[in-house]
């Protein structure tokens, strides 16, 4: 799977953007992930989604509330919708995706999606400044 992220750029504090994620195939059997690397700082998961989750969303304490992970499965595409962003929110913004047995395997059901990814988009970077 060939996973192909945009929509980032510069955003005033308060901002809502919107990233999306264009995969090269169907993301039915796979767990969709979201996460960010803040400059000098590790990557960090931000949010997964999966059809086959009871809850469908997950979301790390950092973004819930402000962040929503969804998937277009007609256009292959995955979304993060971004809101009242803060400078810390700087960073570069990846999409990953792993087959869902191997996701559940690795991070437990519902649990988040670190453990699992499989394959992972080139990042876009989202620069919150005024």
């Known amino acids: 799977v060939q996973l192909q992220a945009s929509g980032g750029g510069l955003v005033q504090p308060g901002g809502s953007p919107r990233l999306s994620c264009a995969a090269s195939?169907?993301?039915?059997?796979?767990?969709i992930g979201w996460f960010r690397q803040a400059p000098g700082k590790e990557r960090e998961e931000l949010a997964c989604?999966?059809?086959?989750?009871?809850?469908?969303?997950f979301y790390t304490d950092s973004v819930k509330g402000r962040f929503a992970i969804s998937e277009d499965s007609a256009k292959n595409t995955a979304y993060l919708e971004m809101n009242n962003l803060k400078p810390d929110d700087t960073g570069v913004y990846y999409c990953?995706?792993?087959?869902?047995?191997?996701?559940?395997?690795?991070?437990?059901?519902?649990?988040?999606?670190?453990?699992?990814?499989?394959?992972w988009g080139q990042g876009t970077l989202v620069t919150v400044s005024s």
């Open positions: 990953a995706v792993g087959l869902f047995p191997r996701v559940v395997a690795l991070s437990g059901y519902g649990r988040g999606c670190w453990n699992g990814m499989e394959y």
């Open positions: 195939s169907s993301l039915v059997n796979y767990v």
């Open positions: 989604f999966s059809e086959r989750f009871v809850d469908k969303e």
